[in-house]
């Protein structure tokens, strides 16, 4: 049994949160809560054209993130999200220029968001070249134009972020080497999922 209430999976773009989300919610039987990244009307442009329009695909995403954070802080169950409310502040800080940081963060003050703080963080890794292979293999138009260097930026600003995160607990699982599409993986992240976690973990079945 899980005991924790409210679980984020995290990772850079096209390493499978969704996708681990759906499954484990397939298997526990628990609430979700997805990104739905898509429905941003903003996002294939700043794909396109180098991070152009970054202050109003940022600004999308805070107030959707607004709403959602309602659901969580709302929900009696278990729920599991394919996204850390904690990552619009990283992009923020990744796209925009200063003066447009300053003011996206004014404006977070101005709404009062204060996002929910996961039981667990479940960050997902993999390199760049899988990455890409796996945006590539999806095949979303808006996506068709994310270059190797913004995702190289991702993953490093991840990877800093998550060192030296201590807020939750932590359980970081390198898809690169894990496949957690393999049964007897997967189960043994279910138990790993449902034991209790201290500061950062890393997810190695070879190894238990």
Known sequence: MINKKYIAIEGAIGVGKTTLAKKISDTV???????????????????DHNQLNSFSTQLYFLLRRIEQSIEVKDTKNLLISDFYFGKDELFA???LTQVE????QEL???????PPV??????????????LERIK???????????KKYIDSVN????????????SPVLIINTSNVNINNE????????????????KKYFNPSSM
């Open 118 to 131: 996961p039981d667990l963080i479940i960050y997902l890794q993999a390199s760049t070249d899988i990455l």
């Open 29 to 47: 039987k628990c609430e979700t809560l997805f990104e739905d990244y898509v429905t941003n009307p903003f996002l294939k442009d700043f794909y």
């Open 93 to 95: 800080k990744l796209n």
């Open 184 to 199: 007897s993986d997967y189960q043994i992240l279910i138990e790993e999922i449902s034991s209790d976690i201290n500061g």
């Open 156 to 167: 490093e600003i991840y990877m800093k972020h998550f060192h030296e995160y201590n807020a």
């Open 137 to 147: 293999n999806r095949g979303l138009d808006l996506e068709r134009n994310i270059k």
């Open 101 to 104: 940081y300053a003011m996206y």
């Open 108 to 114: 977070r003050e101005k709404l009062d968001f204060n």
